[in-house]
């Protein structure tokens, strides 16, 4: 049997119908070279017996004896995958049929030895599609400035998740994801891997992923824990610029902070890291001040009016893109 172009691997636990739904977007994919890899993470009769329905012989499933997070599973299927490229899916996220095709065409374009490809996606909800991750980078623009720095006040203008992800399975391998992590498992193998040699990171610029944003499916970005977030940064200070720390302070722990209450002892504390360890732009300060003093309720009424001027071109995209859904 030949060997897959791209090994896609999926990580689930629990989530037999969603999970299906993955498995079918990347099986569907315009090149038919793959693998797609399912690591069943941990003990989970109902999802083994669900993917046992789907017959293609291209799917692979890894049960698991014991649940290990979701950054070792998708190690674990990085050390199973045969090809020598390997690709990230969510278990609740789908692709669009010519994703792979369109990421392994731009690697061949770069000219670097480990390219490391993202694309533009949507993010769906209740609310509708929105356009996310289509912010370009500058040339010489730092990842975490790309990652972190808003040129605007919505939230996923750079995306860089794991389901946009394509990279060299050897990264991978010497790069591998942190164990351990609840949360920022995508953006914390990002930063460290752009640090490896011969790494560019590269977005292509169209959409081919699919993020539902429901508030009632459990996913680790839904957790509003900001002491997390907080010494997840201050760890990982050297990865980033004292401008992205900056603005993480104030994008991520400040609100998430918000969302619980924590109260103005907090919201100080904050504004030291986000001041004395960070190196406050005009962007970033006006998006602390105004994460402080706006009400949560009015914030997310602003942030939806914010997205509807958007609406048009949504629309469109949606519409010329949801014919080639699987």
């Not at 998708?74 to 278990?91: C, E, H, K, Y």
């Not at 619980?260 to 100080?268: C, D, E, I, S």
Request: with cysteine; glycine share 8%; proline share 5%.
């Amino acid at each position: 049997m030949n060997l897959p172009l791209v090994s896609a691997i999926i990580p689930t636990c629990n989530r037999p119908e969603l999970v299906q739904r993955a498995v079918r977007s990347a099986l569907g994919q315009t090149m038919a070279e793959i693998e797609v890899i399912v690591v069943i993470d941990g003990p989970d009769g109902a999802t083994q017996s669900a993917l046992s329905r789907i017959a293609d012989p291209r799917l692979r499933v890894l049960a698991l004896n014991q649940q290990v997070g979701g950054s070792e599973a998708r190690n674990t299927g990085v050390r199973a995958a045969r090809a020598s490229w390997v690709a990230f899916l969510d278990d609740d996220d789908e692709w669009f049929p010519q994703k792979l095709e369109r990421q392994l065409d731009a690697a061949g374009t770069l000219g670097a030895d480990y390219p490391v490809i993202y694309s533009h996606y949507i993010g769906r909800s209740q609310d509708g599609d929105t356009l996310m991750g289509n912010r370009l980078s500058v040339q010489g623009e730092p990842v975490s400035e790309y990652l972190f720095c808003r040129k605007g006040l919505r939230f996923g203008e750079a995306g860089l998740g794991s389901s946009e992800l394509l990279a060299p399975t050897s990264l991978m391998k010497d790069v591998p994801f942190k164990v351990g992590l609840r949360k920022h498992q995508d953006w914390d193998w990002v930063l460290r891997a752009a640090r490896h040699p011969g790494v560019k990171v590269h977005v292509v610029p169209e959409l081919l992923a699919i993020y539902y944003m429901q508030d009632n499916v459990a996913r680790l970005s839904n957790n509003a824990e900001w002491r997390f977030s907080l010494e997840w940064a201050k760890e990982r200070i050297d990865l980033l610029t004292p401008k992205a720390y900056s603005f993480f302070i104030a994008t991520e722990c400040l609100t998430r902070a918000k969302k619980v209450r924590a109260g103005t002892k907090v919201y100080l504390g904050l504004f030291r890291e986000f001041l004395f360890r960070g190196s406050p732009r005009f962007n970033s300060t006006l998006l602390f001040l105004g994460f402080t003093l706006t009400p949560i309720k009015l914030r997310a009424h602003l942030r939806k009016l914010a997205g509807a001027r958007g609406g048009a071109a949504r629309q469109g995209c949606q519409t010329s893109l949801q014919s080639e859904l699987p």
